[in-house]
Structures are given as C-alpha cells and as structure tokens.
C-alpha cells in the first residue's frame, strides 16, 4: 500500500495484500486507530471514495484502486499501526536467521527448535513471535499464522503481510494444509495404519493447559497415524497425520491408544520416557508442510531432525530414509470392520464394568444382582471373557494398552490379526476416563 499523506484529504493505493478485502477491514489493518463507528459515518457521508465513487464498509477492494480518507488518524509506522519494534540482540538475530528454512515476499518458514515456544506467556520471555522483528526489514511485521507446543520442533510457517496472513490462515482453517508429523512412541501400535477418532476437550482444573478425551462435550479430533519401524517391543517409529487441529491433539490421542510419545510426561507420565541413551526431550516433530501459495504453486517444506530426535533414531536402530511420505488416500473401513470393532468395543466396555463392580463386591445389594455370590460372579464372567480377547487379542503386543486406541481408529486396510481383537475399545470415555 502506498500513501499520500496531507493535512486534509490522503490517498491509499490499494495493494496486492489487500486484494478482495472489505473496506472496514482495510482501514482495521492499516489504520486501527479510525474506529468502526467512524469509518461507517465517513461511508455514510461519502467521505470515503474509491476510485472516486462512494463506497460502503462492505465494498471489496481490488488491487490498483485509490483510496480516499478523510483527515483524522494516520497511518503509523510498518501499516497498520503496528506496535514499535524493539532491537533484537546479536543472538536472537542470529537464532532468528538460523531457523529460516525457506523464504520470499508471501512467507517465511522455519524450522523451530525444541523448547522455544511459539508465542509469550506467562513468564516466557523467549518466543519465535518477539524475534518476528528481524525478518522485518522496512516493511509490515510478519505474522504468526498457526503454532506448535513449546516443546514440538519443525516446520513453522510465517506470512509476511497482512494479505497472506489471511491467505494462509484460511488454508488452516479449511484443513486444506497437510501437515505431516514425526514421533517416536512408547510400545507399538497393533495395528500398522489406521484412524483415531476420540473427541478432545479442555480438562478441568488445569486452566485449559491441558486436554483429554470427552466423549460427550469434546470437540471432533481425528488423526491418521502409520508405523514407520519399530524396535521390537520397546518403541515405534510413526508417522502422523492431524486431520483436525484441536490443542495436543496427537499428543493425547497417543497416550489414549497406550503408547504415549517419548518425552511425553504431562500426558504419558513416568512410562513415557525410557531409559538408556534415549533423550527425556519430546520427540515429536513437525516434519513436513504442503499449502497452498498465494501465487497460485504449492509451498512444500520439509524440516531436519533436531539433534536429539536423531540420536535417538540412530539408537533404536531406524533409518531415516525409510519415512516414506504419507500415503494421498485416506483410509477406507469396509462394514464388517466396523462390526469387529464394535463387537470388540461392547466386549472391552463390559469388561471394565464388571471391574467397576468388583470394587464394589462388599456392598450387599450388589450380590442379588447376579443371583450368585459376588465372588462366583466376578470369576466366571472374567475367566469368560478372559478366554477370547485374552486369546487372539492378547497376542497384541501391548494388550490392553493399544486395545482403546485401535478400537476407536479402524484400521485402514485389516491387519492380518482381526480387527475386533487389534482394537478392542477405544474412544469411549471409560478408557480415558479410568486416566483422569
């Protein structure tokens, strides 16, 4: 956008960044301090003109057309009022220049280290949002347009103006950018290539720094995961593919099919970290980013393992060259696995149901119930049920572990084991909720 600025009357060459965006929404990006009330009065009055007609707050703007403002707020430094930039030191310039993956005039990429966060918060001083500064140069300040956890690493994307901020923001919010995430597991999942399906909401009492699987109020989360390798029992190579963007989402997805990410202890706990060489950091990265372009091409991005992700790759004997990228199609459940996982679902949850009423054994008018002996009762169902899920089930490495995350994400294409002993129970509150 260019200017021409007067005592009275200036005028605004409409920019490129601003292509098909309403008026009121150029004057809040350019020139936040003109309220709303006032620029409604000033399109009201015929104050406001483009191209020298009148134009309404509604009116879409086109690149290459000349804006008429009336005198009272200008423009500040970097367009669109932005706050004052503050000098960065050596290091941070020189941290800030090192993660640059790739760069030019619509977006920045970067490839974020563990442990930085994305944005400041309580107490976080150090944050890729207060270097954004030097990747400024003389005109708008770049923009953050999605996030990753602190302690995730890999790809980040950066608009550099305000026109592919919004750009960029819509391809996330229609799920029409593909990420494409890293992470080493504890265990191995029973099934190679599948869908987990388990809604996720706030947990109480955390202040929202924390999610878990709600059933009832939780908000759709869907994730696409496949083993890349595994290292015997110990530990799983995976590949993961958010279908949706809610908060921790394949963090606690993981943990909610048994097999928490390494280093994952806020949702995995002690059993997330193992022991030898392996490093305590999380180890989950944002490996690849496929978006949409404003100039019409795909950006296909691509970050480096940190150091300690590598490591532990070479430790546990994998390959990096055998992460293959993800498959284009999505999985595809026939009906009959759907059955099996059903019928293994209604065995799972009567399973733990009667483990809720063994715990309650000593309370006499649960004993009538059966018509037996709660002793009897609990014994004779249990050494049932314990015949068959035990059986073909049972030879699934972790068991009763990967049995709720495998229940609630079909399988993709049925591994040879059956479906319904693979994945017994999954996205049911009961499983996450025995967690809480």
Do not use: C
């Not at 972790?398 to 479906?419: C, E, F, I, V, W």
């Amino acid at each position: 956008m260019s200017r021409d600025n007067s005592d009275s009357v200036r005028q605004f060459t409409v920019g490129r960044d601003d292509e098909d965006i309403r008026l009121d929404r150029w004057f809040k990006r350019h020139l936040p301090e003109v309220g709303f009330a006032m620029v409604s009065r000033w399109a009201r009055t015929g104050q406001i003109r483009v191209d020298g007609k009148r134009a309404d707050v509604d009116t879409r703007l086109v690149a290459g057309q000349v804006l008429r403002v009336p005198p009272g707020g200008e423009a500040k430094p970097g367009l669109g009022g932005s706050r004052p930039r503050r000098e960065l030191t050596e290091a941070e310039i020189e941290l800030a220049d090192s993660m640059v993956l790739t760069q030019d005039r619509s977006a920045i990429v970067l490839n974020k280290p563990p442990g930085l966060a994305t944005q400041g918060g309580s107490g976080m001083k150090e944050h890729v949002d207060g270097l954004l500064d030097a990747y400024a140069e003389k005109g708008p300040r770049p923009r953050l347009v999605h996030r990753l956890d602190k302690d995730t690493s890999g790809v980040l994307l950066i608009a550099r103006t305000p026109g592919s901020a919004a750009f960029f923001s819509k391809r996330f919010s229609g799920r029409t950018a593909k990420k494409i995430y890293w992470a080493l597991v504890v265990g191995v999942p029973s099934i190679n290539d599948g869908m987990i399906e388990l809604p996720l909401a706030k947990q109480p009492g955390t202040g929202g720094e924390k999610m878990h699987v709600d059933e009832e109020g939780g908000q759709s989360a869907r994730t696409r995961y496949r083993v890349l390798d595994r290292a015997g029992n110990r530990a799983a190579w995976v590949e993961l593919h958010p279908l949706t963007g809610r908060t921790h989402q394949l963090r606690v997805h993981m943990a909610a099919i048994g097999h928490p990410i390494v280093g994952d202890g806020k949702y995995g706990g002690q059993e997330a970290f193992l022991s030898g060489t392996i490093s305590r950091k999380m180890h989950l990265h944002a490996r690849r980013l496929i978006i949409e372009h404003p100039d019409g091409t795909p950006l296909d991005v691509t970050a480096p393992l940190p150091e300690h992700f590598a490591n532990s790759l070479a430790s546990l004997g994998f390959d990096e060259a055998d992460g293959a990228e993800l498959p284009e199609s999505a999985p595809e459940f026939t009906k009959d696995d759907e059955k099996r996982a059903a019928k293994a679902h209604a065995k799972q949850y009567r399973k733990e149901r009667r483990g809720e009423r063994r715990s309650r054994r000593d309370t006499p008018s649960d004993r009538p119930s059966r018509g037996k002996p709660s002793g009897k009762t609990a014994s004779r169902p249990g050494a049932k049920s314990a015949g068959k899920p035990g059986g073909k089930p049972g030879k699934t490495a972790p068991g009763s572990k990967t049995g709720p995350g495998a229940a609630r994400s079909a399988p993709a294409r049925p591994a040879s084991r059956k479906p319904g002993g693979s994945a017994p129970s999954g996205g049911r509150p009961s499983g996450p909720r025995g967690k809480r």
